[in-house]
């Protein structure tokens, strides 16, 4: 497994966390209590994640769409990939080249 920290869903306040600092300043973030989001802003590609604090998880890149169920999250160490694991599920998001460009740290 990549380097980095996985949490379970009843480790909800620190995925929050995590995913906010990984996405912040590249599109349009929204974190609380039940759901997490990202959507890049245009000119960049299209893309966006969504996932639920009761573990659906929404997401769509380029020629993809997933729509599943999870009950685990890992963050890589560089924040540039988050990974959802479930019963049936194993799908890894990368954020895109172009759009990770944006971050200023």
Not at 63 to 77: P, T
Not at 93 to 105: A, D, G, Q, S, V
Request: net charge positive.
């Amino acid at each position: 497994m990549r380097k980095g920290k996985t949490y379970m869903l009843s480790q909800w306040s620190e995925i929050t966390q995590c995913f906010e600092k990984m996405f912040s300043g590249l599109g349009k973030l929204s974190v609380d209590e039940k759901i997490i989001s990202f959507e890049s802003i245009s000119p960049a590609v299209a893309t966006g994640i969504s996932a639920s604090r009761s573990g659906n998880l929404l997401a769509n890149m380029p020629l993809h769409n997933i729509d599943l169920k999870f009950n685990e999250i890992h963050i890589d160490e560089q924040y540039k990939s988050i990974r959802f694991k479930g019963e049936s599920i194993d799908y890894t998001y990368k954020i895109p080249f172009e759009i990770l460009r944006l971050r200023n740290w």
